[in-house]
């Protein structure tokens, strides 16, 4: 598919199920009545989309709603949803650089990226802000759910969300060279999950900086969680707790200082300004 626009549908703009070998790409969904683009089967692709104000009818819809094996999301820019904003269930997909925004603004336990039942996903390079927790159970950046395993989250920003990382039900999974920046309290969170690593991550928060059920992490390697007046519980002593000299000179990069203490962890940053669709002349 390529279709330059959808726009008022009653149910969900693009439906393609069982569908091997597909591409949806270059398209603009808006003011869905359910989901704005659903693809399950093999091989696919979902690329350089731009889908906002879905679930006006259902708001437990999802914007983007993908499952099977051997998928692909990437440079799509997804906002203003009532639920979740990219979704997941399978086999080997690669979830990247994507900009996510102001989703959850309805309903609960969800993300702005949330992928379950799923072995072998990497999710990397992607850009979520702007998530507010409106009451109940909560909403996520990145959030991998039941069954989740060896998975891999890189090199992904989140700015404006309070819960960076939520992992329930999940082992073997990797968390690795991410940049989460809150201002208030941050929570990273692992319920009945287990052997998950995490590897030079830069947590940075206001407040108090939670992670619950720290058992569930076998190695800790080179990170940073930093906060300068706030607690940190759940997070093991020999965890730096210092000023990584963060600064974001431009929209979706936060790099390190001349002399950052995290440079010799090897942690980097991240730079995900590209993150997100490719604006075509004369479309918006």
Same mark, same amino acid.
């Given at each position: 598919?390529?279709?330059?626009?959808?726009?008022? #549908?009653?149910?969900?703009?693009?439906?393609?199920?069982?569908?091997?070998?597909?591409?949806?790409?270059?398209?603009?969904?808006?003011?869905?009545?359910?989901?704005?683009?659903?693809?399950?089967?093999?091989?696919?692709?979902?690329?350089?989309?731009? *889908?906002?104000?879905?679930?006006?009818?259902? &708001?437990?819809?999802?914007?983007?709603?993908?499952?099977?094996?051997?998928?692909?999301?990437?440079?799509?820019?997804?906002? %203003?949803? @009532?639920?979740?904003?990219?979704?997941? +269930?399978?086999?080997?997909?690669?979830?990247?650089? !994507?900009?996510?925004?102001?989703?959850?603004?309805?309903?609960?336990? +969800?993300?702005?990226? /949330?992928?379950?039942?799923?072995?072998?996903?990497?999710?990397?390079?992607?850009?979520?802000?702007?998530?507010?927790?409106? +009451?109940? /159970?909560?909403?996520?950046?990145?959030?991998? %759910?039941?069954?989740?395993? %060896?998975?891999? *989250?890189?090199?992904?920003?989140?700015? $404006?969300? +309070?819960? @960076?990382?939520?992992?329930?039900?999940?082992?073997?999974?990797? #968390?690795?060279?991410?940049?989460?920046?809150?201002? $208030?309290?941050?929570? #990273?969170?692992?319920?009945?999950?287990?052997?998950?690593?995490?590897?030079?991550?830069?947590?940075?928060?206001?407040?108090?900086?939670?992670?619950?059920?720290?058992?569930?992490?076998?190695?800790?390697?080179?990170?940073?969680?930093?906060?300068?007046?706030?607690?940190?519980?759940?997070?093991?002593?020999?965890?730096? !707790?210092?000023? @990584? #000299?963060?600064?974001?000179?431009?929209?979706?990069?936060?790099?390190?200082?001349?002399?950052? &203490?995290?440079?010799?962890?090897?942690?980097?940053?991240?730079?995900?300004?590209?993150?997100?669709?490719?604006?075509? &002349?004369?479309? &918006?």
């Amino acid at each position: 598919a390529n279709v330059p626009f959808y726009k008022e #549908l009653g149910n969900q703009g693009i439906k393609a199920t069982e569908s091997n070998g597909l591409t949806v790409e270059g398209c603009e969904v808006r003011n869905a009545g359910a989901c704005g683009i659903r693809v399950h089967g093999q091989g696919w692709r979902v690329v350089n989309n731009y *889908v906002h104000h879905n679930g006006e009818v259902y &708001p437990s819809a999802i914007a983007v709603n993908t499952g099977g094996q051997d998928g692909l999301l990437s440079h799509n820019e997804v906002h %203003d949803c @009532p639920y979740s904003g990219i979704t997941f +269930g399978g086999q080997r997909a690669v979830v990247e650089a !994507n900009e996510i925004y102001r989703t959850m603004l309805e309903l609960h336990d +969800g993300a702005a990226i /949330y992928i379950t039942f799923c072995k072998n996903v990497t999710v990397r390079g992607n850009y979520v802000h702007d998530i507010v927790d409106t +009451g109940g /159970y909560g909403a996520s950046a990145y959030y991998l %759910d039941e069954q989740a395993e %060896d998975c891999l *989250v890189e090199g992904n920003l989140s700015t $404006g969300v +309070g819960w @960076p990382s939520h992992n329930h039900m999940t082992k073997h999974n990797t #968390l690795r060279g991410n940049v989460w920046v809150v201002a $208030g309290d941050a929570k #990273l969170t692992f319920p009945k999950s287990t052997d998950c690593t995490l590897e030079r991550n830069l947590v940075t928060a206001t407040g108090k900086i939670t992670v619950t059920n720290p058992a569930a992490i076998t190695t800790w390697t080179d990170n940073v969680f930093y906060t300068p007046q706030g607690p940190r519980e759940g997070v093991p002593a020999d965890v730096l !707790n210092v000023d @990584p #000299l963060l600064e974001s000179p431009a929209k979706g990069v936060w790099r390190l200082k001349a002399g950052s &203490p995290a440079a010799a962890l090897g942690i980097t940053g991240v730079d995900v300004s590209g993150a997100g669709r490719t604006r075509t &002349p004369g479309r &918006p």
